[in-house]
């Protein structure tokens, strides 16, 4: 190995071991009091070695949006890998893929739904609002996929597919923001897979001619 890879590694070891550290900042203490003396004191490291990687506590929040973004992708594209599935299986697959991303990491989802909606896209490097975008329009992409068939065979109202998986998304998200607001005023109660069900059979309803 050389002396740049060595480097190269080391950054990167150091970059997730400052992502971890802000994660758990971030769940313990919220987004608004959390401070970058806060994550560095996690992570054991001086607060200028974090500005070394994050230009600031809106860039290091957003970051931690792209792990979610990757197993959303990763579970899509295996969806649409299989061949053999029927449109009604393949729905089935779309929702119980949207609901084990919120179980992978239900926080990480919540800030990225708040990312979306809020004005720290404006504080971000352009490198990291691109790999954003890029991997929110191809996990988009890949939800089209699952319409695509249905709607070009006329099983489906005749609609642009990517629309509807934007419509899935906007469902989706809204049932976690508001089943889980729900959930702070009694944390006992916890109905979010059953309102996914139901909020998906509705909608795949709707879509049918």
């Known amino acids: 190995m050389g002396i740049q890879e060595r480097k190269e590694r080391e950054r990167e070891r150091r970059k997730q071991q400052i992502i971890v550290a802000a994660k758990r900042v971030?769940?313990?203490k919220g987004f608004s009091k959390a401070t970058m003396e806060d994550i560095?004191?996690?992570?054991?490291?001086?607060p200028g070695t974090l500005y070394l990687y994050f230009k600031n506590k809106d860039e290091l929040y957003a970051?931690?949006?792209l792990r979610i973004l990757h197993y959303l992708y990763i579970r899509l594209e295996n969806l649409n890998s299989?061949?053999?599935?029927?449109?009604?299986?393949?729905?089935?697959?779309?929702?119980?893929?949207?609901?084990?991303?919120?179980?992978?990491?239900?926080?990480?989802?919540?800030?990225?739904f708040h990312l979306q909606s809020s004005e720290t896209l404006k504080n971000l490097t352009p490198e990291l609002l691109s790999e954003i975008k890029k991997l929110s329009r191809s996990s988009l992409a890949?939800?089209?996929k699952v319409f695509e068939d249905g709607v070009n065979s006329g099983i489906y109202i005749n609609k642009r597919p990517i629309a509807l998986a934007d419509i899935v998304w906007s469902l989706?998200?809204?049932?976690v923001l508001w089943e889980t607001s729900k959930s702070i005023i009694n944390a006992e109660k916890d109905y979010l897979k059953d309102t996914l069900e139901t909020a998906f059979e509705i909608f795949n309803r709707g879509i049918l001619k």
């Open 172 to 175: 989706f998200s809204g049932v």
């Open 82 to 112: 299989d061949e053999h599935m029927s449109r009604g299986q393949r729905m089935d697959g779309l929702k119980d893929a949207m609901y084990d991303v919120y179980k992978f990491d239900p926080m990480i989802l919540i800030n990225l």
């Open 63 to 65: 970051s931690l949006s």
């Open 40 to 46: 560095a004191k996690e992570a054991e490291f001086s």
């Open 26 to 28: 971030f769940s313990d």
């Open 142 to 144: 890949e939800m089209a």
